[in-house]
């Protein structure tokens, strides 16, 4: 039997033909763009509004707060304890990741981070430099078609039938006044190039941090509130093919 298609009991939007602009589900029949606060009458149109997930009632951001482990009412908030973290002490405990040591340490605190991305940037941008990349003034379409280079190298590397984790290395030699690149599965020193799609999405990777480290972008910011935009995006959000 075929599963009927979800559908929003307002507006009629499914999933494959979202609202204009887009939409999300709010509850298994009702999209954002169709709900109401419950505690102001706030409307999906001009606000986020979302489900509490401790007691179900529909809320816009005005009247709750949303977390990685969901969305929370403020009238749920009220009963919720604070956690103990050793700097701040200002989220609540549901929110609280422990480390080894059993401590709790908020998202806000400085002990606690989700990744060392900053750290890498700077590295690498500082690399780039003592090389010489940053001698000159660089455009940001120069740049952006750089990361376009090193995906088209992955491409190339998995049209000749490269496995995705496969790397290989090269080394250049001289032999009889002639360049020649030859290849193997193992490194042998310091000279040999890594080959192969993980060594390329590394590429894309570093020239993306450059990029960063140039301009003061703070990518792990960005990183973590994309990644909170992108969970409550529809599924297969926008239709589209690919």
Known sequence: MKKEEQKCRVCGCTQ??????????????LCNRCAVCETCGNTGEDYDIYKCTLCGKIACLE????????????????KQEKC?????????????????????YCYDCPD??????????????QNAKEHGWWDDKRSMAELLCLIHSEVSEALEE??????????YYSVKKIIDGKTIIEYDFYSHDDITKPEGIPSELADIVIRVMDICGHYGIDLEAAIKEKMEYNKNRPYKHGGKKL
């Open 16 to 29: 494959m033909n979202a609202c204009p602009g887009g939409c999300y589900w709010v509850e298994e029949d």
């Open 63 to 78: 009247c709750g707060e949303d977390f990685d482990q969901g969305f929370i009412c403020k009238e749920c908030l009220s």
């Open 84 to 104: 103990d973290c050793t700097k701040c002490r200002n989220k609540y405990t549901f929110n609280c990741p422990e480390d080894g040591e059993g401590y709790s």
């Open 112 to 125: 606690f981070q989700l990744t060392d991305i900053n750290n890498y940037i700077q590295e690498i941008h």
């Open 158 to 167: 998995d049209r000749n039938r490269r496995k995705p984790t496969e790397t």
